[in-house]
């Protein structure tokens, strides 16, 4: 079966221009989830999705990030003005159900530094 | 709101020996308590996970014991090998469809061949 996919992999930009992740979860999966992993940190949840709903996004600091998950199924995280502490490895996850239910299957991640 | 804190940050061990990863939590309606590992520049993959209703599970070398009323739970690997070297991360959770996993600063292990 197909992993989550997850581009670009490597981004570098400059602060206050801005990115967008791309994310296409398990084939299956209702539950969608976005992580900031700041190098030696716990990933951090930004945004929880069940289907094309928003579970949690008490994390997503909403005047500079926004996210979407249209018709249930990929995602996309968009960072606008990027600042010097948003460089960090965004990690996307899916799960056939809630969290609290069982493994969470994560993408390669997308490494975002900027400058 | 919901914290986990993960002990200790560092840990180094020679090939052979135990290592013990300790979390605490502070939501105390968390019943599921998975363990991930990171190996360098990799995507976590869960290792090992428990829930409220038992104490302790094993799975080979690696064991996870849980102490409700403490709000802590421990992962335990014995006879490390050199290819447990990575992060590892541990998380709680209600379970539910809208529980949000949170997890804890991680443990870099390094095991000495």
């Known amino acids: 079966e197909a992993g989550v996919a997850q581009s670009p992999r490597y981004k570098i930009i400059e602060k206050r221009q801005s990115v967008a992740f791309w994310c296409n979860p398990i084939?299956?999966?209702?539950?969608l989830y976005w992580y900031q992993q700041i190098l030696g940190q716990g990933p951090k949840l930004l945004i929880q999705?069940?289907?094309?709903?928003?579970?949690?996004d008490s994390q997503l600091p909403k005047d500079r990030f926004s996210a979407e998950r249209l018709k249930g199924v990929d995602s996309t995280l968009k960072i606008q003005p990027a600042k010097l502490e948003d460089s960090a490895v965004y990690l996307c996850?899916?799960?056939?159900?809630?969290?609290?239910?069982?493994?969470?299957?994560f993408g390669e991640g997308s490494r975002l530094t900027v400058l | 709101g919901e914290n986990v804190e993960q002990h200790p940050s560092t840990l180094s061990v020679q090939e052979g020996d135990s290592a013990v990863i300790k979390c605490t939590y502070s939501?105390?309606?968390?019943?599921?308590f998975p363990w991930y590992k990171q190996e360098l520049g990799k995507r976590p993959q869960l290792i090992i996970d428990?829930?409220?209703?038992?104490g302790e599970k094993k799975d080979q070398r690696i064991a996870v014991t849980l102490n409700k009323t403490a709000k802590h739970f421990s992962l335990h690997i014995t006879e490390t090998q050199p290819e447990d070297s990575a992060v590892y991360f541990c998380?709680?959770?209600?379970?539910?469809?809208?529980?949000?996993?949170?997890f804890g600063q991680g443990t870099t292990l390094q095991v000495k061949p």
């Open positions: 428990i829930r409220s209703n038992v």
């Open positions: 996850a899916s799960s056939p159900l809630g969290a609290g239910t069982g493994e969470l299957f």
């Open positions: 999705f069940q289907n094309n709903g928003v579970v949690d």
């Open positions: 939501d105390s309606a968390s019943n599921y």
């Open positions: 084939s299956g999966h209702a539950t």
């Open positions: 998380a709680a959770s209600r379970s539910s469809n809208t529980g949000k996993l949170i």
